[in-house]
């Protein structure tokens, strides 16, 4: 299947810039990305996909033994760089899509030059010394929340990653997008992000990498980011004036300017 169908590819921006590829994050699809693009377009080749069951992605593509492991979407990353013929690519990856890339990095090393981890985290769950934000207790009530009613779950924890309480419309547009996903697939995929380990994978990047964190993040909160940024050789951390997991939603400006700031580096 040719990859712009089986994942709603859109390429915009300046054709003679240099490509950035835009990865979502779990339960939305490339239209988060709607506040940054423009401020990106004038000088970068910009590309944004949705991962298969999200947005509109070819969902006959699904498959629940691929799509149970980070590196099957890892995978369908590399497969679409190469189908696009996509070289020296900076990867700019929300959340999950933070350790997608850091796997696709690993696997594409003549077609990703360059990694932007937005609010990462290469595992959610605390583990002795490692504090990733949520207990395992944490993890397994928010899984069965989310298995027994994904609309109620999404309605409650969206507001919750957004952090702007100030600015209930960020919440409801991330609702919105968490509530267009099939709870089937979105079950599968909560799993797969929030019991996920890539910790080991930090050590395998070698492409020059930027770790963008919030000041405050419910889920991925400044220790995690310190964490990936110490233990990917080389990295820079930054930290946004921002509050929440989303900033390209809720501070698309800094967010912006902080990728192109890089990616032009």
Not at 71 to 83: F, I, K, T
Not at 143 to 172: C, F, H, K, Q
């Amino acid at each position: 299947m040719d990859v712009r169908v089986r994942h709603n590819v859109t390429v915009t921006g300046n054709p003679d810039g240099r490509v950035l590829v835009l990865a979502h994050g779990f339960g939305c699809d490339q239209s988060v990305w709607r506040l940054v693009v423009p401020r990106l377009v004038d000088d970068f080749r910009v590309v944004l996909f949705d991962y298969v069951g999200s947005g509109g992605a070819d969902s006959s593509a699904w498959d629940v033994d691929r799509y149970s492991s980070l590196q099957g979407y890892a995978d369908d990353v590399v497969a679409l760089l190469r189908g696009l013929d996509l070289d020296d690519v900076t990867f700019v990856g929300h959340s999950v899509s933070a350790m997608i890339g850091v796997l696709a990095a690993e696997a594409a090393q003549d077609r990703i030059t360059k990694l932007v981890l937005l609010t990462p985290s290469p595992r959610y769950v605390d583990d002795s010394e490692y504090r990733g934000g949520f207990t395992r207790a944490d993890i397994d009530e928010l899984l069965e929340v989310l298995d027994s009613n994904y609309l109620g779950w999404s309605a409650t924890m969206a507001p919750t990653i957004m952090g702007n309480p100030d600015r209930p419309e960020l919440g409801a547009e991330l609702t919105d997008t968490f509530c267009r996903m099939d709870p089937a697939i979105a079950k599968v995929f909560a799993r797969t992000t929030f019991l996920s380990d890539n910790r080991d994978d930090l050590a395998t990047v070698q492409v020059p990498t930027v770790v963008i964190e919030c000041r405050e993040d419910a889920i991925a909160p400044p220790t995690v980011g310190a964490y990936v940024s110490a233990h990917i050789s080389g990295s820079r951390l930054e930290t946004l004036d921002a509050t929440g997991h989303c900033p390209h939603m809720s501070a698309p400006e800094l967010t912006a300017r902080a990728i192109a700031r890089f990616a032009s580096q």
